[in-house]
């Protein structure tokens, strides 16, 4: 297809013209935004230009009021050049359009290949400009971006370690799947240009650059383009999208996702279809993901996060299988808890202390059923699940290292980096200053170090007001749950007395989520402006502030009232006449079947029902988005609506992919969940497990189905979120050795055992104290509360002996957990040893290709041409 007329060709080479840089004028010309080719539609709905060759790389969008073309010309025709930009430049509405124009000519000089399109209604236009880049153009920006190319083909089979395992065993494997049209693998280098000829491939220009590849060249362009002044940094497309320039930026899909009614085969299928075939419907639940597919498709950053969260998923089944069998052990081992048979048959024995200061003695046979209950979550199989998690988290984590390091290289990643970030355009928009680069000598907007370090303690001080509001609601919570108790027992009705407790604290556990919820929501817009406010440079910079905030708040958000049940709850009560009071009510004290078993309740309440929640709008939201976009846009097409819409107008009916953060932090408060109370809820992996095999469809179906394509974006591993779940990894192994030994009843248990009856006979009538003789003269009844204290409520030696165990247990715990943390971390390397040849293969093969005295690509090696390796090329390669 012939270039455009009027672009200007530099001579340095594509792409290389200054666009918009001082010296350069704007000169407003009457051509059409497009380049004439022939008429009709693309060649089988291909994303084609009308002349049926040249390739869509990516589409703008903006709209506009619709006047009629004769008013428009005459308008036009009157008014010379010179008029027409001062006229533009005086009215603030014409300004988008004046940057619009002038950043469509840039565009054009920088090479780019343009063609217009026009939805048109009675009221409104919607104008697609879609974009192309020429093979010089993508040559130049494949050296300057250090794209990797292929200089020979090996084998890319399917390596998991399931199926790895499951062969040896000669089992079949129900996981694995045939995904067609698998992308091939081979050794690469960066790119050069004066080396062409030694590359696989380089002689068909059609395809040797991938649509991954060449979205993310046009999208640097775009990025990199000037359509106002460049002293007051007013360059790229994220800037006018912000501005409300254009309404919409993106690559276009490969096609339809939906697959046809009559039986295809996979070959003949688009990716987008292959994708949503063998990977995004529900039945392919139990199948390995098609990973490389994905990377083929959305690029390095999406294929990463999916690769993740299916590694983080299948780690999830031994862990879910060893807790569900823990749950189970307890199940079973109900019946020879001696303790609860104890308090089953203890009839009138003990006459239990008000749990109010209005309520009434009560026998502790009434609590039969939660004392059997509880020790579903308070036996001696728990303490082994907290080890067991322990090492499982921090194992998990270093074998996705490893994980990690093996994709990165076979994605071509593992070296990648962002050598020089440019400024955010927000950043670029509001910067009171222009400073020079030091490293690229270029003039940019600047903000003071002083200025913005004053504006990140200033943040850190909402964080912290936020944090207060978290607790003001804790506490209220917790008043709600001793108000709904005390009028539980006021009505008389036995079932509501015996169940207060579980009613009480059920009901708050709900309140409480609905809170939780809620502020996640008010923080998340809040810290958004915040990071804002504080004019972080680079997007690298401004994300990874934004992460740390919302983690910090959402981990006091979601864990604070697990922390108060586990450690607070029940630690200041002190005993019968000296109860400890906050705002007049009585300290609350653990149910009747211990903080445990309340903690597991809270634990399964708020993981589970934010799971449910999260799912829901997961699947809602987008289509409800979608549904108004369709709705909005149908309004515009209007009699046009009987027409086949063309790809672009489908894609621009999609929603724009809103990232990975909020699948990010979901999966990483699951882990919090997962590892830090695992002690007291052991069937916590269990739920991941079943969330996880639901989250994985619903993210594929978004990005399939429901998003517009993103730009294919780079990526090494997961980020920040890597060293996230580390600290909560970390944090798992302090938290459950303080759960084991002061929430438990296992080492008071375990003491009594040794000193008294290794049955624990007696022990329920050991671990209740009589209530003191100055309680008894004030009117009240003698009756027992639990605790180690004597008459007159002081401590027993008892009490003393247990608290030193306690202690001896946490040092013991965390030194024997830890150091066999930091022995598991240098047994297992990093890298593969597999890998680490194939690394060492890779640049051997580099130094040969770009030699300037080798004449050849390659020298005869084993695994050459003539090797099974070949048989992976295209017929295009080979």
Known sequence: MSRQKGSPRDPRGPGALPNGAPGSSFEEDDEPLFVPGREGSSAGGANLFRDGRTKIDFVLVWEEKARPAAKRSRRRSRARPEEREAASAAAPAARPERWRRKFVHNLRAAGLLLEQEETLSECRSIQYLKLSAPWPLLVYYAEELSLRAPLQAHPNPDSNGSDLLLRRLRLPNPMAQAVPSKPPDFYTCAFRKSKLDRFLGSDCHDSYFTNTQRHRIVYEILARTVYGKRKHAEVGIDRLLNEGVYSAAFPLHEGPFELPEYEVPGEELNPRQILYRFWAQWRCWHKYQPLDHIREYFGEKVAIYFAWLGFYTAWLLPAAAVGTFVFLAG???????????????????????????TCGNWNI??????????????????????????????????????????????????????????????????????????????????????????????????????????????????????????VMYHTGNSLLVSQAGNIANLSSCMVNLVLILLLSQVYTSLAEKLTRWEMHRTQTEHEDAFTFKVFIFQFVNFYSS?????????????????????????????????????????????????????????????????????????????????????????????????????????????????????????????????????????????????????????????????????????????????????????????????????????????????????????????????????????????????????????????????????????????????????????????????????????????????????????????
């Not at 022990?763 to 003191?772: G, H, K, M, Q």
């Open 562 to 878: 697990p922390f108060y049940v586990a450690f607070f709850k029940g630690r200041f009560v002190r005993y019968p006449g000296q109860y400890g009071k906050l705002l007049g009510m009585r300290n609350e004290d653990c149910g009747p079947g211990g903080c445990l078993i309340e903690l597991a309740q809270q634990l399964f309440v708020i993981m589970v029902g934010k799971q449910i929640i999260s799912n829901v709008q997961e699947f809602l939201i987008p289509k409800l988005k979608a549904w108004r976009q369709k709705r909005r846009l149908a309004r515009v097409r209007g009699g046009q609506i009987c027409q086949e819409p063309k790809r672009w107008e489908e894609d621009f009916e999609l929603i724009e992919c809103e990232g990975l953060f909020e699948e990010y932090l979901e999966m990483v408060l699951q882990f919090g969940f997962i590892t830090i109370f695992v002690a007291a809820f052991p069937l916590a992996p269990l739920f991941a497990l079943l969330n996880n095999w639901v989250e994985v469809r619903l993210d594929a179906q978004k990005f399939v189905c429901e998003y517009r394509r993103p730009v294919a974006e780079r990526a090494q591993g997961i980020s920040v979120w890597f060293f996230l779940l580390d600290v909560l990894a970390q944090i798992s192994v302090v938290v459950n050795a303080f759960l084991i030994a002061f929430t438990s009843d296992f080492l008071p248990r375990l003491l009594y055992q040794h000193e008294y009856d290794s049955h624990l006979h007696g022990y329920v009538n050991f671990t209740l104290a009589y209530s003191p003789p100055d309680y008894v003269d004030s009117n009240h009844t003698m009756c027992r509360y639990k605790a180690f204290r004597d008459a007159s409520g002081s401590y027993t030696l008892f009490y003393w002996k247990l608290l030193a165990i306690r202690l001896g247990f946490i040092i013991a715990f965390e030194h024997v957990v830890f150091f066999c943390l930091r022995l598991i971390d240098w047994l297992v390397p990093d890298v593969p040893e597999s890998l680490e040849v194939k690394i060492k293969r890779e640049r051997y093969l580099a130094k040969q290709a770009l030699a300037d005295n080798q004449a050849m690509l390659l020298t005869v090696s084993p695994d050459s041409s003539d090797s099974p390796a070949s048989s992976l090329l295209p017929s295009s390669l080979t």
């Open 331 to 357: 199940f079973f081992a109900m019946g020879t808890n001696t303790p609860a048979q104890e308090i089953c048959n203890s009839r009138g024995q003990f006459l239990m202390c008000p749990l109010c200061d």
């Open 365 to 486: 046979s009434e609590i039969c059923s939660m004392a059997k209950i509880g020790y579903l979550f308070d036996h001696p199989g728990t303490v082994f699940f907290s080890i067991f998690m322990s090492f499982w988290a921090v194992t998990f984590l270093e074998y996705w290292k490893r994980k990690n390091a093996t994709l990165a290289h076979h994605w071509d990643c593992m070296d990648f980096q962002e050598e020089e970030e440019r400024p955010r355009p927000e950043f670029a928009a509001t910067a009171p200053c222009m400073e020079q680069n030091p490293v690229t000598g270029v003039k940019e907007p600047y903000f003071p170090a002083r200025d913005r370090l004053s504006r990140i303690l200033t943040g850190s001080m909402a964080i912290i007001l936020m944090l207060c509001v978290v607790m003001i609601f804790l506490v209220s919570v917790i008043m709600y749950r001793g108000i709904v108790s005390a």
